[in-house]
């Protein structure tokens, strides 16, 4: 079945915000780790998010990957393509958002597009040009000590024209308040002027939404997950997408484990309430380092505990106890023995049979989604607020949460599978069985 919508995220997190946002639009979305391999299967997705590494690599191989995802895309038969980058801009005067922008235009024989980075859920802003991060101007927020992409100019138009060879515009608040119409005409305007790529305003939901409608017959947008939230309902208004629950996974059955690898705030408080009355296993890199039975011991732990109720394998530690480790062993050293534990943890409990994992921290996820030979997520119901489950394509399928460290409410690990089997009771009808229209 063609996709709908074909995206290109420059990063992981932010793939996995688009694909959530479409997916709560009523778009049933599949994420797919890095260039798609040709004989990759997304089932009944009606929008693909392909999600690279691009955003602080050279430009020249941000451009390449791009394009390499967009012919993809395209013979999977995508009507509309969306290049996703941060709500913040990043980027720098080499790249890459304007080089990756003007190739997909040029390989789509496109001349005009929009970029709209807005988010206002997140407090990320647009106002004739300038974005703000809450309250001050995205050059006086933390964004201008970035490590890689300090962002020190506020006024988009001159950022992107930095990186553009053709001309950047403006769609102004004035023009985006008064809505669709006056949006497309502004557009149509800018695009006989000669302009390539117009910075397009918007302070509330409800101009993304509008945005959103204006650019149905573009075939490339640009901008960050906000500017996603209008673009199912152009399909749905144009008979292309049926209304349909459409973050309903497979069934699963098996195990349920929790994997904390994070030793962010909320995590800490995740693990401590579930440890209170529960199956808890407790890892660290010394011993890591000491013992080459550990993981093999870790797995001879679990095996009697595991059923229907989760076993918790974690490192998550204190600040102090962090520390003494880190003095120890470095930093680095520290974090890539716990990462490569957790990864085989991963892969033996999937062997014991194991369907059901909650993961929490970014790159502990990483680490396991690489160690179990996934290359894609389909994206269900959401536990909280950023977090949804997901059926893992590619390796043994498996019902995925990954939580990044600070994200969740304490009794995250308990209601994330109590929310899978809700969701199971709820939906008699597998994904397919519901399809499209
Ligand atoms: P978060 O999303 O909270 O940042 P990550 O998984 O991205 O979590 O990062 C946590 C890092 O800390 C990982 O590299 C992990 O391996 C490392 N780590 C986890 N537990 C410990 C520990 N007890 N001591 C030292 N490093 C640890």
Redo the contacts with the bound molecule.
Sequence with gaps: MPILLGCIADDFTGATDLANTLTRQGMATVVLLGVPREDVDVGDADAVVVALKSRSIAASDAVSQSLAALDWLRRRGARQTYFKYCSTFDSTDAGNIGPVAEALLEALKEDFTVACPAFPTNKRTVYQGYLFVGDVLLSESSMRHHPLTPMTDALLTRVLQRQCKGRVGLIDFSVVERGRAAIRDAMAQLRADGVRIAIVDALTDAHLVAIGEACADLKFLTGGSGLALGLPENFRRSGLLRMKEAGALPKFGGHAAVLA????VA?QRQVAKMKAGSNGFKI??IALREDRMAVAKVLQWARPRLGREPVLIC???DPA??EK??AALGRER??????AA?GEIAKGLAGMGVERLVV??????GAVVTALGINGLRIGEEIDPGVPWTASLGGKPLALALK???FGADDFFLKAFQKLEAAHLESPLSPRERGRG
């Design positions: 690898g994070s030793c962010s995590t660290d890199p490192s998550t530690a106890t962090v480790a880190q520290a974090g890539q023995l716990i990462e957790m929490a921290g970014g790159e502990t996820s990044s460290g600070n």
